[in-house]
């Protein structure tokens, strides 16, 4: 569709004959019309608003005088000033219609109602990710295919055009269209820089919550969230409990991705060696937990996390909880008296030897609480005369518990009885 650029007065008439007839229907119930009414409308509307976002691109790109008049860093913080919406939400359309410029066939699409803004910025980005030194024919035939594929226009597209994630699919892949010859040496270099930026893009957040959570944000390279997600799907073991241990223990029942995954992402933690970690400190890794003797040995008490207190992390957790870890040989447990003084800093002999493990393993073959499945290769040892109360560590004071039931052990809401056949079974106190 060639534009008009000799009556620009036209553009304002236009927006103004459109804001006019909308204002006259807005009293106008849509629920009174033909379903197959409001089928054509709902796309419509889709179309129109297209045209508009791209009217609206032009403008601003038009517009740079307009913020240096008013003193505004750019003309869409201006605007969201003046019209109450979100200046980011404008800059995406600027910066949007600043890539458009170098392929008119996309901001014509938008023109005529045929291509979105979603489908039109997942177009652009494919097309600017093009190798510079490719022909200009090659690039030129990339812009018209794509453009195609979305707008319908293509004999492999559907009537109605791909879809953003469908588009930017076959954006990522369009030189295998146009210039196979090409395409797979361009792909090498193109993943070889993808992988260095994101390298150099790698972060991860922590912040406390301040309400005894910190959230975990991780930028990470793809290959290293896979790799996590494969760790964490091996700890989200599968439980076929009976009906009867679904109502023994209630939170056995299947929970949402995310929440498995969390639980997974911190049983991973639990179960990092420390000994394969660099020194911290001057001494091996290991996480501190100090605790007053008082309430290590009584059902209440608060523990703390050494060096926890140069984070926004809060570092204090519950005697059960720190009773718990101390059952792994990840936590090294400083118990104090009266006067702070340490009266016991951890004992060799609290931690099962690898040799113990194995017969373990062997012995149990699961988690024994009463109808869990869990591997036994996935499981803790846990003693059964607690370790705060100077429990031995040999074969006959240990047990084998997932990560979920040893937290039941250890969690002072809930009674632990041993069965006869070994298998603990928990209830809730009441």
């Not at 009556?7 to 629920?31: F, M, N, S």
């Not at 038009?62 to 800059?91: E, K, M």
């Not at 959570?213 to 009976?242: E, K, N, Q």
């Not at 109808?371 to 429990?391: K, Q």
């Amino acid at each position: 569709m060639a534009l008009d650029h000799t009556h620009p007065d036209r553009i304002t008439g236009a927006v103004t004959r459109v804001r006019a007839e909308l204002a006259g229907v807005a009293d106008a119930q849509p629920a009174f019309l033909k379903t197959e009414d409001r089928e054509a409308l709902l796309t419509e509307l889709v179309a129109a608003e297209a045209q508009l976002t791209e009217l609206r691109m032009r403008v601003l790109s038009a517009s740079g005088d307009v913020a240096d008049l008013h003193g505004a860093r750019d003309v869409a913080g201006w605007v969201a000033s003046r019209s109450n919406v979100q200046a980011r939400r404008l800059r995406a359309e600027a910066e949007l219609a600043a890539a458009a410029e170098r392929w008119p066939g996309v901001t014509a699409a938008m023109a005529t109602g045929r291509l979105t803004p979603d489908q039109a910025r997942v177009v652009v980005r494919g097309l600017d990710a093009l190798p510079d030194h490719l022909e200009a024919a090659v690039r030129e035939r990339a812009h018209c295919d794509l453009v195609a594929y979305g707008t319908g226009d293509h004999s492999d597209a559907p009537d109605t055009g791909f879809g953003p994630r469908e588009l930017g699919v076959l954006a990522d892949r369009i030189l295998h269209v146009v210039a196979p010859e090409v395409a797979d040496e361009e792909d090498a270099r193109h993943l070889e820089r993808l992988e260095h930026d994101a390298h150099r893009k790698t972060t991860v957040r922590i912040r406390g919550l301040g309400d005894g959570m910190s959230r975990v944000i991780a930028t990470v390279p793809d290959h290293i969230a896979t790799r996590l997600v494969t760790y964490l799907d091996a700890y989200t073991s599968p439980r076929h409990a009976g009906a009867h241990t679904r109502e023994q223990n209630p939170d056995l029942e299947r929970l949402p991705r995310a929440r498995a995954l969390g639980h997974a992402f911190c049983a991973l933690l639990e179960h990092l060696d420390p000994a394969s970690l660099p020194d911290h400190g001057g001494d091996a890794t290991t996480l501190v937990v100090t605790i007053d003797h008082d309430h290590l040995t009584r059902s209440l008490g608060v523990a703390e996390l050494l060096d926890a207190g140069d984070t926004d992390q809060s570092g204090r957790i519950s005697a059960a909880q720190a009773r718990r870890l101390a059952c792994t040989a990840k936590i090294l447990p400083a118990v104090l008296g009266g006067k702070s003084e340490v009266l016991d800093l951890g004992r060799a002999q609290r931690l099962f030897s690898p040799a113990q493990r194995k017969a373990l393993r062997l012995r149990d073959r699961t988690c024994r609480a009463e109808g869990c499945t869990v591997p036994a290769t996935w499981c803790e040892a846990h003693h059964l005369d607690p370790w705060s109360r100077g429990g031995r560590t040999d074969l006959a004071d240990g047990v084998l518990l997932c990560n979920f039931h040893h937290h039941r052990e250890h969690d002072p809401g809930y009674v632990t009885t041993r069965l006869p056949n070994g298998a603990h079974r928990y209830h809730r106190r009441t």
